[in-house]
T-cell receptor, first 112, second 115 residues
Framework: EPEVTQTPSHQVTQMGQEVILRCVPI?????FYWYRQILGQKVEFLVS????????KSEIFDDQFSVERPDGSNFTLKIRSTKLEDSAMYFC??????????FGPGTRLTVL | AQSVTQLDSQVPVFEEAPVELRCNYS??????LFWYVQYPNQGLQLLLK??????LVKGINGFEAEFNKSQTSFHLRKPSVHISDTAEYFC?????????????FGGGTRVLVKP
């Protein structure tokens, strides 16, 4: 069964460093998303991506964040200069249309 | 903007007892509704979804949910829980934006099944 994969599973970084979180969505899907979950809190939408551009982003997704689909398979989230409050679990998801979104296992980002 | 309220942050329940997790959403238009489960240290797994049709939706692992438009609710139920159902459960609504279709999640309900 096809699934969304994410790497790494855990990333530890120093405050101010850049991180890139990687995702491989399901191959025939057209819509891609990033969500995050700060420890003990709800899952929050960050950004959606369709047709090689951002279709919607939340107020959390400021200038420090960017997304890219560098090739036909990967979908990345970059945080330019990490802050302590960026520590969270980051989930990638994909869907083929409006409806069910399939989630990856997540990347736990720890900013020290 | 959509909002989703899960009224219970924690629900302790004994094994083989029934459980109901409450979810209310705010919307005046057609919605898609979902329940996801998150087992400890894992990602989100879809339990069930309501897109249209019958208001009683059956999902995996014996779970079901009922869509009630007049009460804007989508409560999740299981008649007899197992220890393995210990997890966090998230209700979510699909928000049809201009171009995106983001999910808005509730705060989650942590279910602890006791022997």
């Amino acid at each position: 069964e096809p699934e969304v994969t994410q790497t790494p599973s855990h990333q530890v970084t120093q405050m101010g460093q850049e991180v890139i979180l990687r995702c491989v969505p399901i191959s025939n899907h057209l819509y891609f998303y990033w969500y995050r979950q700060i420890l003990g809190q709800k899952v929050e939408f960050l950004v959606s991506f369709y047709n090689n551009e951002i279709s919607e982003k939340s107020e959390i997704f400021d200038d420090q964040f960017s997304v890219e689909r560098p090739d036909g398979s990967n979908f990345t989230l970059k945080i330019r200069s990490t802050k302590l409050e960026d520590s969270a679990m980051y989930f990638c998801a994909s869907s083929d249309s409006l409806g069910e979104q399939f989630f990856g296992p997540g990347t736990r980002l720890t900013v020290l | 903007a959509q909002s989703v309220t899960q009224l219970d942050s924690q629900v302790p329940v004994f094994e083989e007892a029934p459980v109901e997790l409450r979810c209310n959403y705010s919307s005046s238009v057609s919605v898609y509704l979902f329940w996801y489960v998150q087992y400890p240290n894992q990602g989100l797994q879809l339990l069930l979804k309501y897109l249209s049709g019958s208001t009683l939706v059956k999902g995996i692992n014996g779970f079901e949910a009922e869509f009630n438009k007049s009460q804007t609710s989508f409560h999740l139920r299981k008649p007899s829980v197992h220890i393995s159902d210990t997890a966090e459960y998230f209700c979510a609504v699909l928000d049809f934006g201009a171009a995106g279709n983001k999910l808005t999640f509730g705060g989650g309900t942590r279910v602890l099944v006791k022997p």
